[in-house]
Structure formats: C-alpha cells, structure tokens
C-alpha cells in the first residue's frame, strides 16, 4: 500500500497543552500509536496524559497499532484535538495500593485491640475469640490472594488511569473493607467475640474456599484471551462462564458470603452489598459488551452474575 505524508492541524481540547505543535506531519500509513507517540514526544508528554479525537465528528483516534491513520478518516490538513488527561498511574499499581489497605489495617486493629477498644470495667482485657483469628485470616487471605493475582496473573486493556481516581478506589477498599469491618469485629462484646458455631463456620469455610479457587480459575481463564502487552478480547469459556457472563464476580460473591457468615456483623454485610452492586453493574455492562463486540458468535447469557439472580 502505497504512503503519502498527511500533515495534520493540532489544536488542544481544554486546557493547553505547552509545546503541542500547530501542525504534525506523519505518513498515512503510520500507525495511530505512533501518532500518539509523535504527539507525546513533541508536547514533553507521557503518551498515556493524551486522548487525541478528529475534529470533524469528535470520533476517538485510538492508541493502537493495529489501527493506520489512513483507516481512520484522517486525511491532509485535517484537524485532530489533543486532550491532556492529566497525571497518570499505572493500573497494577492502583490494584496493589487498593488491595493494601486492608491488609495493613485488619492485623493492625487485631494486634492493637487493648489500646483501641480499652474499657476501666476490663479486669483484664479478653484475648482474641476464634472467630476473630479466623476471620482475619479469612479477610487477609482474600486480599493477599488478589495482590498477588495483581502481581503476576492480571492482563490489562489500558495502561493507565488519571491519578486522582486513586483516592476514590482505595476508599471502597480501604475504608469499607479495611475500617469499617475490623473495627467492628475485633471489639470485644461484637459477634465474632462469641463462641463459634461449627454448623456455621464448616459450610461457611467450604463456600469460602470454593468462591477463592472458583475466582482464581475464572481469573486464569481471562488472562489466558489476552497476550501479554495485547489489547485483544475473546469469548471466555470454562468454569461458571456457562451459567453467567461473570463467573468471578459469582464467586467472589461467594466467598464474601462466606466471610459475613463467620463474622456475622452488620459491617460486613455492608461491604457485601456495596460490593455486589457494583459488581452486578460491571457484569451487566460486560454482557452488553460481548453482545455488540461478537454478535452471532457469542451465546447471550439470561443472567450476567448471579444464576436465577441477576
């Protein structure tokens, strides 16, 4: 295919851009990514603050190297618009940063309870009940499992995000699943100071290892649609994909199910509902995505997460 050099006319979207070019000249069969990078180079930007759109429909150039300026309507003296998305973090390290919080914080308000719940009527204070250790060993296990999948089995679709998100993120996990559960659990005088209930606890831990390992398998089974560094989708298939569109999302369910059983405290039963509803979203969105993405060659899925559910 035969190459022609397209100068293209640069303007900013929103606030300015220093040392964004006027103009930019790049061959037609370049590719959008290289576009980006140019643009990156020329403004003294990370490639990831750019969002580059054409400025005769608005539509999106993506950041692609599968995608040529010629195929992308682009022509000679053509006008694109170069937004500055702002700072940018990485997305494994928003993970680690999110998952984090409450790895630190349910051991510290453990190994801290005489200080944090003191009370003068304590002849002496009590020590931790079963169902404290366990579930604390229960919540960190959860956390310590998804940090370690952030770490070496997680492929992502976009490389960044802007870094002011980050705050947003670790508040549902460091605050509700952090704060919000060991501070209420750890307490003297809470559920899980009680006795524990073995015709509770046995299922509960057996619906817990299930919704991990089932999580786990589902995880696998989407890194496996994607190289590593690709961008490409796939139709998912194994485990759980049969009866639900998110099948991690089932079993992560489960196993936070598991976690109130053996808590049983109004605080995590709050987390559970936040999570769950976010995560109903995501699946239903997903399952919408598949839908316009495959067409005929995905099988619609009735329920996106929970069978019979949702």
């Known amino acids: ?28 069969n370049a590719s959008g990514a290289e576009l980006y990078e140019q643009l990156a180079r020329q403004a003294g ?15 999106l150039v993506p950041y692609s190297k599968d995608v040529l300026i010629n195929q992308t309507g682009l022509r000679d003296q053509s006008t694109i ?46 020590a931790p009940s079963q169902l404290q250790t366990l579930s604390l060993i229960l919540i960190t296990a959860h956390f310590a499992k998804r940090e370690l999948e952030t770490l070496f089995l997680h492929r992502f679709s976009s490389a960044t995000m802007p870094l002011r998100n980050i705050f947003k993120n670790s508040f549902h996990y460091w605050a509700l699943a952090g704060l919000n559960i060991a501070f209420w659990i750890y307490r003297p005088g809470s559920p899980t100071s009680k006795p524990a209930n073995p015709l509770l606890v046995y299922p509960a831990l057996v619906l817990y290892f299930i ?21 490409e989708r796939g139709i998912p298939h194994g485990t759980g994909f049969g009866l639900v569109t998110s099948p991690n999302y089932m079993f992560e ?32 969105k997903k399952e919408g995505r598949y839908r316009k993405e495959f067409g005929d ?6 329920y996106s997460m929970l069978p019979g559910i949702w």
């Open 297 to 302: 060659k995905y099988k619609k899925k009735r």
């Open 211 to 231: 919704g991990e390992l089932g999580n786990l398998n589902s995880h696998i089974a989407l890194r496996n649609l994607r190289s590593s560094g690709g961008k």
């Open 81 to 126: 618009y170069v937004k500055d998305l702002g700072p940018q973090i990485d997305w494994r390290t928003v993970f680690v940063v999110e998952y984090l919080g409450p790895i630190l914080i349910h051991p510290i308000i453990y190994l801290l309870r005489p200080y944090i719940y003191s009370n003068p009527g304590y002849s002496s204070f009590p």
């Open 253 to 284: 369910t489960m196993a936070w199910l598991a976690i109130w059983m053996v808590t049983g405290s109004w605080s995590t039963l709050f987390f559970d509902v936040v999570a769950v509803g976010q995560m109903a979203v995501w699946a239903k």
């Open 1 to 28: 295919m035969s190459s022609n050099t397209v100068t293209l006319s640069v303007r900013p979207r929103g606030r300015p851009v220093e040392k964004l070019p006027e103009e930019s000249s790049i061959t037609s």
């Open 45 to 59: 930007f990370s490639v990831h603050r750019l969002r580059i759109t054409k400025g005769s429909d608005g539509s």
